[in-house]
C-alpha cells in the first residue's frame, strides 16, 4: 500500500517568513495530493490539492510543486502569519481510489 | 449546504455500554468515511462506504460496526469498548471517492472508562 511521509514534524518560523513542508509518497499510481490544515480542537480542512498533470498550483499565499518523477510535492506558505499556527497534513490517493494515505504532520508555530 | 455534521460533540461511555455517533451530509456526496485521530497524530482510516456500500474495513475490531442507512447518514455504533480507543472520531465525505476533497465533520471526541 501507499506510504507517505513528511518533513519536518515541528517548524517555527518568524511571522512574515516563508515555510515549507515536503513530503514523499511510495506508490507511482497515486495521482491526487491534497493538503489539510487542522487548528487546535477543529477539523480537518483542505487549503491546497494538486493532480498529477500538474507541477505546481498557487492559492494566494500557498503554493505546492509536485515531482512526479522523484515522487515527492512540498507545500509553499510565504509571507506566514499568527493564524498560519497549526498541524498540517499532506496526503496521497489514487486515480477513483477510496482511501486517503495522510503524512505524520507537521506542527507549524507563527511568531508574531 | 457544505457541512458535514456530527452528533455528539463528546461522549463518555463505560465498556459495557452500547452508544452510536452520528454523520449526515446533504452536499450529494456519494462516498463517506470513518477516522479515528488520536492526539497529534493523523487521521486513521476505519471504514469507507461507496454509494451506500462498504468498501474499506481497515482491519478494525468488531466492537465498531458502521452503519449507511442512506446516502446522507452514516453511523458508527460502538460496543464494549477499551480505553485505549478514547480519541476523536472524524467523519469525512467526498463527491465520489478519495481523489476529491473530504469534507471533514466537527468530530466526536470519545472517552471510554
Known amino acids: 500500500g501507499e506510504n507517505v511521509e513528511q518533513h519536518p514534524s515541528t517548524l517555527s518560523v518568524q511571522e512574515g517568513d516563508s515555510a515549507v513542508i515536503k513530503c514523499t509518497y511510495s506508490?507511482?499510481?497515486?495521482?491526487?495530493f491534497p493538503w489539510y490544515k487542522q487548528e487546535l480542537g477543529k477539523r480537518p480542512q483542505l487549503i491546497i490539492d494538486?493532480?498529477?498533470?500538474?507541477g505546481e498550483k498557487k492559492d494566494q499565499r500557498i503554493a505546492v510543486t509536485l515531482n512526479k518523477t522523484a515522487k515527492h510535492f512540498s507545500l509553499h506558505i510565504t509571507e506566514t502569519q499568527p493564524e498560519d499556527s497549526a498541524v498540517y497534513f499532506c496526503?496521497?490517493?489514487?486515480?477513483?481510489?477510496?482511501?486517503?494515505?495522510f503524512g505524520g504532520g507537521t506542527r507549524l508555530m507563527v511568531k508574531p | 449546504d457544505t457541512e458535514v455534521t456530527q452528533t455528539p460533540k463528546h461522549l463518555v461511555m463505560g465498556m459495557t455500554n452500547k452508544k452510536s455517533l452520528k454523520c449526515e451530509q446533504h452536499?450529494?456526496?456519494?462516498?463517506m468515511y470513518w477516522y479515528k485521530q488520536k492526539a497529534k497524530k493523523p487521521p486513521e482510516l476505519m471504514f469507507v462506504?461507496?454509494?451506500?456500500?462498504?468498501?474499506i474495513n481497515e482491519s478494525v475490531p468488531s466492537r465498531f460496526s458502521p452503519e449507511c442507512p442512506n446516502s446522507s447518514l452514516l453511523n458508527l455504533h460502538l460496543h464494549a469498548l477499551q480505553p485505549e480507543d478514547s480519541a476523536l472520531y472524524l467523519c469525512?465525505?467526498?463527491?465520489?471517492?478519495?481523489?476529491?476533497?473530504?469534507?471533514f465533520g466537527p468530530g466526536t471526541r470519545l472517552t471510554v472508562t
Open positions: 469525512a465525505s467526498s463527491h465520489q471517492s478519495a481523489s476529491y476533497e473530504q469534507y
Open positions: 506508490d507511482s499510481a497515486s495521482n491526487y
Open positions: 452536499m450529494g456526496h456519494r462516498a
Open positions: 496526503a496521497a490517493s489514487r486515480n477513483a481510489g477510496n482511501m486517503l494515505t
Open positions: 462506504y461507496s454509494y451506500e456500500k462498504l468498501s
Open positions: 494538486i493532480r498529477s498533470n500538474v
